[in-house]
């Protein structure tokens, strides 16, 4: 079907398979978590790769305890965020509930080497478009694409940093945000 690192495919591309993955697979689960959630963690003293295992782990918590495997071990694939391939993945594993039939393999590239995680990453990447979709609804098609090497978005962060009507859309801890913001509140002498 084409399935592969949602990266290498058309927007067009992943809708047509966001619905085909939905109809074949066994399950799956979509967290999404907002700019002040990631914020909220943050001021926790937590990471965004650790905000990224807590969403894994329930990602996992849910599918496993609706899946009927007849004690058959599920082989789980993620997508490693960290450089520390083995520190994120035992981190991941202290907030997964019942590892007894589960079998987790942490890997940088997995969206490229496992379809079922190219999988993953469209359903993941399709979403995402759904949300900016509604943002550029309800903020204009000036956000652009929401990536941060997108001049688009550059600009209308650049513009909107520290706009108060924008504020549940942009991460406080984003670096992007962070310089934005401070640019913006810089005085020029002439």
């Not at 809708?15 to 002040?36: M, Q």
């Not at 058959?72 to 007894?100: E, G, Q, Y």
Request: contains cysteine; aromatic residues 6%.
């Amino acid at each position: 079907m084409g399935v592969k690192d949602s990266k290498q495919l058309t927007q067009k591309r992943r809708e047509f398979l966001e619905e085909i993955i939905k109809e074949k697979s066994k399950g799956f689960e979509i967290v999404f978590i907002t700019p002040e959630e990631i914020d909220a963690s943050n001021r926790e003293g937590i990471k965004l790769n650790e905000v990224e295992a807590f969403a894994t782990a329930k990602i996992i918590n849910k599918l496993n305890s609706a899946s009927n495997t007849g004690g058959a071990k599920i082989k789980v694939i993620v997508d490693c965020p960290s450089t520390s391939i083995n520190k994120w993945r035992d981190f991941l594993k202290m907030h997964i509930k019942d590892l007894s039939n589960l079998e987790i393999s942490c890997e940088h590239k997995a969206d490229v080497n496992h379809i079922s995680v190219s999988a993953a990453s469209i359903l993941a990447k399709a979403h995402r478009e759904k949300e900016m979709e509604k943002l550029k609804k309800e903020y204009g098609p000036e956000i652009g694409s929401g990536y941060g090497a997108d001049p688009m978005t550059k600009k209308f962060l650049a513009k909107n940093a520290n706009n108060h009507k924008h504020h549940k859309i942009f991460r406080k801890t984003w670096s992007n945000w962070k310089k934005a913001n401070h640019d913006l509140g810089q005085k020029k002498l002439f």
